[in-house]
T-cell receptor, first 114, second 116 residues
Framework: DVKVTQSSRYLVKRTGEKVFLECVQDMDHENMFWYRQDPGLGLRLIYF???????EKGDIPEGYSVSREKKERFSLILESASTNQTSMYLCASRMGQGARYGYTFGSGTRLTVV | KQEVTQIPAALSVPEGENLVLNCSFT??????LQWFRQDPGKGLTSLLL?????REQTSGRLNASLDKSSGRSTLYIAASQPGDSATYLC???????????????FGKGTLLTVNP
């Protein structure tokens, strides 16, 4: 089975800090995604990458950036953390863009910004 | 813009019951639809994927159907167990605005509680 690993389950950071959330997948998937999940708002797409060094904005990219230097790793960067970025962050990957490919999600990182 | 509605928002049933979770979506131009399960504080676990050319998929006690033209999908759970208690999310995949990828749109989920 594909495994998507998020480096931290829980993080507490201070306002203004630069925060890195790391995600690694082990099955040579082309596409990777970052979502955030908030009560009442559901899952929202922040950024995605369909290949190494490629990235596209999702629905809510403001305040975030991403990096994909290697195929297996996709990092989400909070340039200057703010309290409204307190959320559950979920990373996902997918083999490719065909209709037969589904998404595999990691176990999530619960980020609290104080 | 794709909108996904899941009904009911919450469901409580006694162990052993068969049940149906409903999902409707507004844009029928989808490539596939996935059903996920999420336990409290955890990530999403994929249950079933139905391609747009398919009508249903089965895995164990789970059966998912897709009626793309009417914008509906159902997840049927047979002989429910307390371990099935979780939030179930429906997510159709359609093309994003840039045309470069398949974008998942999630419903708000159905919170299922199966009582022993």
């Amino acid at each position: 089975d594909v495994k998507v690993t998020q480096s931290s389950r829980y993080l507490v950071k201070r306002t203004g800090e630069k925060v890195f959330l790391e995600c690694v997948q082990d099955m040579d998937h082309e596409n990777m995604f970052w979502y955030r999940q908030d009560p009442g708002l559901g899952l929202r797409l922040i950024y995605f990458s369909y290949d190494v060094k490629m990235k596209e904005k999702g629905d809510i990219p403001e305040g975030y950036s991403v990096s994909r230097e290697k195929k297996e790793r996709f990092s989400l960067i909070l340039e200057s953390a703010s309290t409204n970025q307190t959320s559950m962050y979920l990373c996902a990957s997918r083999m490719g863009q065909g209709a037969r490919y589904g998404y595999t999600f990691g176990s999530g990182t619960r980020l609290t910004v104080v | 813009k794709q909108e996904v509605t899941q009904i009911p928002a919450a469901l409580s049933v006694p162990e052993g019951e068969n049940l149906v979770l409903n999902c409707s979506f507004t844009d029928s131009a989808i490539y596939n639809l996935q059903w996920f399960r999420q336990d409290p504080g955890k990530g999403l676990t994929s249950l079933l994927l139905i391609q747009s050319s398919q009508r249903e998929q089965t895995s164990g006690r789970l059966n998912a159907s897709l009626d793309k033209s009417s914008g509906r999908s159902t997840l049927y759970i047979a002989a429910s167990q307390p371990g099935d208690s979780a939030t179930y999310l429906c997510a159709p995949a359609g093309q994003n605005s840039g045309g470069s990828n398949y974008k998942l749109t999630f419903g708000k989920g159905t919170l299922l509680t199966v009582n022993p």
